[in-house]
């Protein structure tokens, strides 16, 4: 095989991996602090997407309740996707609120929380379809400006094509990763943040507020899921109130795979389920959707924490 | 619990055949498709199609004066809700049924149906073997075995030096793998070479695996089953990542959804279809104007072949009542499910997709089918589907 | 009343079919795993079902067989979902917790893909045209009923004998219950063992009920459907995963007037439940429930 395939696959599968790991990014925060997935995650990606069209685009579709309805405004891109996220980041505040406060308040099972998230998943998405119909928005086709649509250029004589889509989504999830790096590494909210994770009841005895911490990282993880839902909407088109489910599933595989609650470990799990399915051989497409799990299937049976994940001994 | 059971069970045998119900006014059709669930994309056309049939034909006086009404009921995506829907219908004595929106889940709920000597029509069930359910089981929507060769051969006709051909389609949808298979015979047929087969699934969006690989195959015609959402992204990502020849989609295609999504990349995509709004039949003009009012657009696919499943049970039942003297609402309702289902057999209509018949097995025999181009408006949105094979 | 059975009978035995599922998550819980595999093996039994039903090859036995040929595609899926269940269990169970839970979902998503790519399953279309032992769907209890008492009874019999409790034990502590000198993993492994097996069988007994079988029996949604049948219904009891079929499986059908908005409030009821139910249903009628 040539190196211009070689660099075809590597630029393929970074560009996807760097989405899904930006997506599971917002799965591993939440269960880093309560040890619990939130099967919501999908659902505020998906409703991240289609609030940032409708502040960009300032207009409804024709089928759902709000069937051609206009906003008195339209905002530029940035400033709708901006906009866009922090209002997912407040329908994550919502779901914690909504699903997972109330539980814990009680001492209930913590395995309840997945069911409850799951019926604000279930809300939320038959909510999007019920205002905004289920046919497909997409984003009009200059909300990158005058960029070229893709860039192609010759290695060893061969052809290595990438779309500008790509690039977009990889550095775009580059720069959230680094943020987020930061944020939870440098600053005193974030070192709180940390020691919430690692211990809550310490962290309260600290001073620590838990509560607020626990809201103030489901409004990350939101501002992040919405941020990812609005680059896949953009780039691919919002094809229905379910096109997150897809993502959402392989972003648990993502997480798993890395080690739960291990932010790099997302990463990385989600550049290897990335990569894994750009090589996957050309005749051998129909296995595709099967990488991931596969994947997933043959590090835990060596590596039961997942690849970066702590040891640590668990109870059910 | 357990003795009472037999008991439901017995009481359940006699019900069906010793009632004599009489048919409500206006007279009751059911409508069984999902519009909840992922699936409901569909199903929501299905329903605007519905609803133009129910104002239009009311409007022409319904069934010989007697006006009908329309029941519907979601089926959501899945087997079970589709049964669930049926029953509903069933026990609301509606004379016939149409639905449900997928084939998977016409294999489950038809049956149901059949057994309860309910008729009914499919408007979107394309798979083999849907119209040989049972003898109260028929469908409006046709297999595509004529067109799909026929779209190839019109770009043979155009460029005659094509001989590498890659094929790509969903291989999670129904519809798509059936057609795909259509299709690659076809290939074969014209002497063509397939130089990949590539996978991908509906709900995919990333297609940049499956398109680098058509690339590397050197293909210079690429032929497509998929749906509107997938079908648009893979378009795109071929044409951004430097594919320059011809593409051929199958009826799948054939929705201004994907319009949209591939944006002014859409251009000059061939498109085999079933319905086409362009078609030059009455029928169809009507039904064309009454959706534009409604729904500001042009009428896709799916609402067009509701309307035909509609049509055709209204016209069928204005046949009973011919043939009987009688009025349909004076009528038991077993006697007019029955009636209605030979009438529904044998028999020809026209409806906006052109003249079909339904043969005796209730299978549907469509004359004409369209070849069609895309052609794009400049705002880069919308566009139009132009008729090539005249 | 004849009407109410007409149009009921299906959602009541699709209940107790559901029910049926929710139980083989009980018995991999009663040794305290999390495990979603069941309803991979669900898909297996189906797909069994169908083939042994509808393969133009199997015909002679199927003519020679007569309606003996159900309870033979039941054994045959129970012992395929036993052979496979032993071999998928060693392995998984060696992961804990959510881990668990993820891997078995991967091995649902594969099983998945394995039948889209497979000819005998009939890819995207699946199955159809299944032979049908009874006419209307209610008759049906006539094999989903006495399955439900059957297990009933043996979890009934597991609470009270040695096995149970050593599988409580595991479920309360494992570390200690491995001190004990229990052997977890065979015990974990028989546990989980069993839940693939009435999954199996159910699958098998839901391709002739359904009349057709395909990919999209066995998804994440169904996986995710049975643990919340479990959790609402209450999972430290037997009677849990009927409680919560019942709920959950005839809500959508109770919700139908309406009409589109009907998903919403199935969401809605799903979280009040988890709140004001912490216990599950079960626990709520137990009066345990503080």
Redesign the interface.
Known sequence: MSLAWFLQNLLNGLSIGSVYAVFALGYTLVFSILGIINFAHGAVFTLGAYLTYVLAVGQFGLNGLLAGVALPFKLPFVPALLLGAALSGLAGMAVERLAFRPLRRRGADALLALVSSLGVALILVNLIQYLFGAEIYSFPPDVFGSLPPAMIFKVGGKMVAVRTVQVILFGVSLVMLLALVWFIHYTVKGKALRATAENPDTAALLGIGVDTFILGTFFISGVLGGLSGTLIGVSFGLAGPYFGVAYGLKALAVIVLGGLGSIPGAVVGGLVIGLAEAFLPPDMSSYKEAVAYVLLFAVLLVRPQGLLGAHVEQKV | M?RV?PL??L?????VNA?AEPVASPIPIGVAVA????V??F??EQV?GAKIAEAVLNAKGGVNGTPFKIL???T?G????A??AF??L??AKVVGIVGPTL??QA???D??AD??KVPVIGPSNT?K?IA??GPYVGRVSAPMTDVAPNSLKYVLSVDPKIKKVAVMFA????F???ETGIFQEAIKNLGLETV??????T????F???V??V???GADMVVISGL???G??LVK?L????YQGPIVGGNGFNST??L??C??LCEGILVAQAYSAQADNAVNKLFVEKYQEA???MPPQFAAQAYAAVQVVVEALAKVEKDSGKKITAMELAEVRELLNKNLQNATFLTPMGEIALDADGEVHQKTFFVSQIKMNPD??TGAYVIVNK | MEEFVARYGFLFVAVVQQALLGLSLYFPLMAGQLSLASIGFYALGGYVAAVMGTHPALAPLRDALGFMIYPVQWLAALALSVALGVALGYPALRLRGIYLALATIAFVQVVGVAALNMPVTGGAVGIFGIPQPFESRLAYIWFFGPLLLLTLALIHRLERSGAGRLFFSIREDELAARAMGVDVTFRKVQAFVTGCALAGVTGAMSAPFLNTWNVRQGTFDAAVACLAYVLIGGSRSKWGALLGAALLVSLPEILRPLKDSRMILNGVVLVLACVYMPRGIAGLLSGRDK
């Open positions: 357990t059971l439901l069970a009481l359940l045998a006699l019900a009632l519009t909840t669930s992922n409901a994309l199903g929501e605007n519907y009921q979601d959501a899945d087997e079970a809700g049964i669930n029953q509903s069933i026990t084939t998977q294999f489950a709920a049956p149901i057994r309860a798979a073997g040989q359910i291989q999670n949808d129904a798509c793998t059936s990949t087969i590539q996978k991908f699934q709900t995919d969006t990333d940049t695996t499956q680098t690989a690339l590397g195959a509107a959402a997938d648009g992204n990502q044409r951004q990542l430097g959804n994907m949209p999504v944006g002014p729904y500001k657009k880069g949105k």
